[in-house]
C-alpha cells in the first residue's frame, strides 16, 4: 500500500472514550476504540479522531459550556479538514434520545440519513476528485434508564434495524450493536466494548478494502 488509508471517526462520547458512571473521565487513547483499531490495522492506516462527549445530530444543547454539539453543523468542515478521507466510519444518535429532545426512532432515522449519510457520500474531495467510502455503524443500545433518558431503552433497541436500512439503501457499509458491551450508566461502552468494537470494525475495514 502506497498512502495511508485515512479513516475518519465521527461520533459522540461513546467515539470521545467517556467512562461509564464517572465525572467526565475519558479512556486513554490506548483503551479508546479508535486507538485500539490503529494499532490492529497498522502503520498503512490512519485514524483519524473525532469524537466530541455530547454530540447529536441536530438538537440543540442549551446548557452553559455545551456549544458547538451539533453534529450536522460541523461535519462538512470536519470531512474539508481532514481531505482527503478514504472511509468515514460513524456512530452517532444516542444523544438524540435524551428526554429533552423528544425524538422518536423514525425521526431519527430520517434526520441520520438525510444529514449525515447522504452528505458524507456526496462529499468529494478536493484533492482526489473523489467521495470518502461510509461505515454506518449502530449506537450502542441503552440498557439503563435514568432522568436523561426516559423511555430509551426501547427506542435504542429499534435503531439497529433503522439504521442497517439507511446502509441498505445508500449502498454503504454496516455493523449492528448487538455485540458492543456498555458499562455500569447503560450508555458507555465498556473498556472490553471498546476493544469488541475494534476488533469488529478491523475485520470490516479489511473486506471493504
Known amino acids: ?50 469524537g466530541l ?66 452528505k458524507i457520500l456526496a462529499r468529494k474531495s478536493v484533492c482526489r476528485k473523489t467521495t470518502p467510502k461510509l461505515l454506518v455503524v449502530a449506537p450502542p443500545e441503552i440498557t439503563k434508564e435514568n432522568p436523561k433518558f426516559i423511555g430509551s431503552i426501547e427506542k435504542s433497541q429499534k435503531l439497529n434495524d433503522i439504521y442497517e436500512d439507511i446502509a441498505i439503501r445508500n449502498g454503504c457499509d454496516f455493523i449492528g450493536n448487538g455485540d458492543w458491551e456498555v458499562g455500569e450508566d447503560g450508555v458507555h461502552l465498556s473498556r472490553d466494548g471498546h476493544r469488541i468494537l475494534a476488533s469488529k470494525l478491523s475485520r470490516k475495514i479489511k473486506e471493504i478494502i
Request: glycine letters at 10%.
Open 1 to 50: 500500500m502506497g498512502e495511508k488509508f485515512r479513516i475518519l471517526c465521527y461520533g459522540d462520547s461513546n467515539t470521545w472514550g467517556y467512562i461509564s458512571d464517572s465525572d467526565h473521565q475519558r479512556h486513554s487513547k490506548t483503551e479508546r476504540w479508535t486507538g485500539v483499531l490503529q494499532n490492529m490495522l497498522g502503520d498503512n492506516f490512519e485514524i483519524i479522531e473525532e
Open 53 to 118: 462527549n455530547g454530540r447529536t445530530l441536530i438538537s440543540i444543547d442549551k446548557r452553559s459550556g455545551r456549544e458547538g454539539r451539533n453534529g450536522a453543523e460541523y461535519l462538512l468542515p470536519c470531512l474539508d479538514t481532514h481531505d482527503p478521507i478514504d472511509l468515514v466510519i460513524i456512530m452517532l444518535g444516542t444523544n438524540e434520545l435524551k428526554t429533552e429532545f423528544y425524538r422518536n426512532p423514525k425521526e431519527i432515522g430520517e434526520i441520520f440519513e438525510e444529514y449525515f449519510v447522504k
